[in-house]
């Protein structure tokens, strides 16, 4: 039979009230009847109800996680699942519970938009959406429900964790450069998203930087799937690019797969650099050369900021701080750009 409220009081010899009061951590208990109660709710072995408790504290100790895709794209993509594991560590350490929710579709988006900003269970949530045109930010902001986004965001008041996507763009265009290519073009992500412009715009810095030229029909865009890299690289090889930078580790594998089916070479004839080293980039051959964004910490970090902002919300600070932390990433060379060219093109 479970332990009631009474029995705890009664055990310990106090007032149903003052159990109240310690398992809701109020201030206003002396030390040793905290430790009398604590001492019985351990000794009949009291469960505190989480939905009595939520309402007594104002807490629930849930958060929500979005991911705007479809389920398929979830548990394929292997971006998500990394950033998944690192966000439900940064729960599971601090006693909070992740509710997943994912957008299959714009049918249903404004349904999904209501049901989380007006859930009244969830204290906070992570956008794990690099969009720059998500309609769930402003419904948020209305309704004072704390957030953070992963990937940045041009709304000052946004707080988010991004990755140094600029950079890493730029270094790993001056890696082919520095292998000796000239004619180099990329597969960039979609032009609505963080990552897709910054990525980008750090590939045509460096391009300019050196004087290399950038046609239009050197940019194929990609949706960071196999599929939509496999068919932007069949798009580039009609312009005989000797190296492609791809805005995605997926895309890459994709760009290898089509450069493979028109029977040419990696390295030989075309080298390749993805984004994101994720572990199937490690299976293709020739393994895949690539920028490593720390996906598990993003999905950590968003989390613990995420635990910031509730905090500053219920502190009762009239302008809480906006936090923003950008990563550092790193080139990781591997086999998929060989050792260099012997000439020029």
Do not use: W
């Amino acid at each position: 039979m479970s332990q009631t409220l009474d029995d705890v009081a009664k055990t310990a010899g106090v007032s149903r009230s003052t159990v109240s009061r310690v398992i809701n951590a109020h201030p206003n208990v002396s030390a040793d009847t905290r430790s009398r109660v604590e001492h019985a709710i351990e000794k009949c072995g009291y469960r505190p109800n989480a939905v009595a408790r939520s309402l007594a504290t104002n807490r629930t100790n849930i958060i929500g996680i979005v991911v705007p895709e479809s389920v398929t794209k979830l548990f394929t993509d292997p971006y998500f699942p990394l950033m998944l594991r690192g966000a439900t560590e940064a729960c599971n350490r601090n006693g909070y519970h992740l509710i997943l929710s994912l957008f299959t579709g714009s049918i249903d988006s404004d349904v999904m938009h209501d049901r989380i900003a007006r859930s009244g269970y969830i204290e906070g949530v992570v956008l794990a959406n690099s969009s720059l045109d998500e309609m769930l930010v402003p419904s948020l902001f209305k309704e004072g429900i704390p957030f953070v986004n992963i990937g940045r965001h041009p709304d000052d008041r946004v707080n988010y964790i991004d990755v140094d996507n600029l950079g890493g763009a730029r270094m790993a265009t001056e890696h082919l450069i520095r292998m000796g290519h000239t004619r180099i073009a990329t597969i960039a992500g979609p032009n609505n998203m963080a990552p897709g412009q910054d990525r980008l715009e750090g590939f045509l810095e460096v391009m300019r930087a050196h004087r290399l030229p950038v046609s239009k029909e050197m940019i194929a865009e990609g949706d960071y799937t196999e599929a939509g890299g496999r068919a932007a690289m069949m798009q580039l090889l009609n312009v005989r690019p000797t190296a492609v930078f791809a805005s995605s580790d997926t895309m890459a594998i994709g760009a290898i797969k089509a450069i493979r089916a028109a029977n040419l070479a990696i390295p030989d004839d075309i080298s390749v650099i993805g984004f994101d080293d994720i572990p199937s980039g490690l299976t293709i051959d020739p393994e895949l050369t690539t920028v490593r964004q720390p996906i598990e910490q993003i999905g950590r970090l968003a989390v613990e900021t995420l635990f910031n902002v509730i905090s500053d919300s219920t502190s009762g600070k009239r302008e809480a701080s906006v936090h923003r932390l950008v990563l550092p990433t790193e080139l990781v060379i591997r086999k998929s750009c060989g050792h260099g060219m012997s000439r020029k093109d």
